[in-house]
């Protein structure tokens, strides 16, 4: 167990409709990370928040975003949905934002199937 | 376009014998590369990981051989066993930006005993 929850484990939702997916990263971690997986792309970086701020941003399309709470919980937001975006959604965290020894923690993930 | 590619793309060693995966990549301005572990349902974890400045770096019966000037670096399984059947990820990443990870596609290793 990496510490890392993710929820909603599975869930299936037609086009055009709006989800979110949520993270709470290990205790102390400060950087959570989102992660794409799908056959077609592999695992795509998405976007990176530490301490509640935007710090990196990958291949994340405009329809999604994502923010993370004072708290350190991280939602990740995916509107507009189409059949392309079904995939494994990773979250993942860190106890800073750089190198220096830090280890990246990832979740289980949450399928999401859209028909 | 894949900043770090990967092969075999699925790999089949009997119980006992050398596991080695490929990874190639392009930016000499990485200077982290870590491998990961992922078995069915669960989320990449991490198994091993290499800076630029060493050639080899050993965890038990994992290795990473890297090669800066051939811009290659690979996983060697010593005494493969059923457990390690997963699926492998090479990763290369910036230091200063930890957490942007770019991978390679992955390899299905199946060790049958």
């Known amino acids: 167990d990496s510490g890392v929850t993710q929820t909603p484990k599975h869930l299936i939702t037609a086009t055009g409709q709006r989800v979110t997916l949520r993270c709470s990263p290990r205790?102390?971690?400060?950087?959570v990370y989102w992660y794409q997986q799908s056959l077609d792309q592999g695992l795509q970086f998405l976007i990176q928040?530490?301490?509640?701020?935007?710090?990196a941003k990958g291949n994340i399309l405009e329809r999604f975003s994502a923010q993370q709470f004072p708290d350190l919980h991280s939602e990740l937001n995916l509107s507009s949905l189409e059949l392309g975006d079904s995939a494994l959604y990773f979250c993942?965290?860190?106890?800073?934002?750089?190198?220096?020894?830090?280890?990246?923690?990832f979740g289980e993930g949450s399928w999401l199937t859209v028909v | 376009q894949q900043q770090v590619k990967q092969s075999p793309q699925s790999l089949i060693v009997q119980k006992g014998g050398i596991s080695i995966i490929n990874c190639a990549y392009e930016?000499?301005?990485?200077?982290?590369f870590p491998w990961y572990q992922q078995f069915p349902g669960k989320g990449p974890a991490l198994l091993i990981a290499?800076?630029?400045?060493?050639s080899e770096k050993k965890e038990g019966r994992f290795t990473i051989s890297f090669n800066k000037s051939a811009k290659q670096f690979s996983l060697h399984i010593m005494d493969s066993q059923p457990g390690d059947s997963a699926t492998y990820f090479c990763?290369?990443?910036?230091?200063?930006?930890?957490?942007?990870?770019?991978f390679g596609r992955g390899t299905q290793l199946t060790v049958w005993p």
């Open positions: 990763a290369a990443s910036l230091g200063s930006t930890l957490g942007r990870l770019y």
């Open positions: 993942a965290s860190s106890p800073r934002q750089g190198f220096s020894g830090n280890t990246i923690y």
């Open positions: 930016n000499t301005a990485f200077d982290y």
């Open positions: 205790s102390g971690d400060l950087s």
């Open positions: 928040y530490y301490n509640g701020e935007e710090r």
């Open positions: 290499i800076r630029p400045d060493v």
